[in-house]
């Protein structure tokens, strides 16, 4: 039984027609993906007219029916893609990313809600300092190892007000958050050590 092409498959075709060997993204990566996940559901939802309001099919000859379907095509496309070099070069980032980026999340935006009152204070700029570090952050394990100790740090300082700003708030994350810091780290060590006992296979990923 012949094995079915997944949308990687399919977009790797297209891509190796083109000629273009440069990334046309001038955002982060992670911000085009959720874009085209809108722009997907944007063109699906208002493809047909509806009452007074035209639908975009009447632009179909430069909108074609089929952009909603190849936007979230091309998003699984790129999220494998992704995933197929993490494992490459990173490991511990396709293994433990998930929950890293959650965790930074979760603290970022209870740090936020506790100091989004309209009085200024350090820990304002702190926080602002770290949003600032962190914004173009990549998908490595050492950017996410860092970020994680850096909201885990301040999460820490701020931890009996978090509580008593949003009942609800874990405090459990902040040691979560050191604690994953420090198996990526690990990882990466581990995985930094095998690639030296292994010079061709280290240099072909490092050049």
């Known amino acids: 039984m012949a094995k079915q092409a997944t949308d990687f498959d399919r977009w790797v075709k297209v891509a190796a ?3 273009r060997t440069d990334n046309p993204l001038n955002i982060p990566y992670d911000i085009a ?8 559901a944007f063109v699906k939802k208002y493809w047909e007219p509806d009452g007074d309001r035209p639908g975009l099919k009447r632009v179909k000859s430069r909108l074609p029916a089929s952009s909603s379907e190849e936007l979230l095509s091309l998003v699984h ?15 511990a980032v396709a293994d433990l990313g998930e929950r890293a980026r959650f ?10 809600f506790l100091l989004d009152d309209d009085v200024a204070e350090p820990a304002d700029a702190q926080l602002a300092r770290i949003k600032e570090f962190h914004a173009q952050d990549g998908q490595r394990s050492s950017a996410l190892s860092q970020a994680l100790r850096d909201y885990a740090g301040l999460a820490e300082s701020l931890k009996d007000r978090l ?45």
Do not use: Y
């Not at 959720?34 to 997907?40: N, S, Y």
């Not at 979560?176 to 060590?189: G, I, P, T």
């Open 163 to 207: 509580v008593e700003a949003d009942e609800a708030f874990d405090v459990r994350l902040v040691a979560e958050a050191r604690k994953l810091a420090e198996d990526l780290q690990r990882r990466a060590l581990e995985a930094a050590v095998d690639d030296l006992g292994n010079p061709r296979e280290f240099g072909e990923l490092h050049r």
């Open 17 to 19: 027609k083109s000629e």
């Open 77 to 91: 496309a790129v999220q494998e893609a992704q995933t197929r070099l993490l494992l490459i070069v990173d490991p």
């Open 33 to 40: 993906v959720r874009e085209a996940v809108v722009a997907a």
């Open 103 to 112: 965790v930074v999340d979760e603290l970022e935006s209870a740090l936020e």
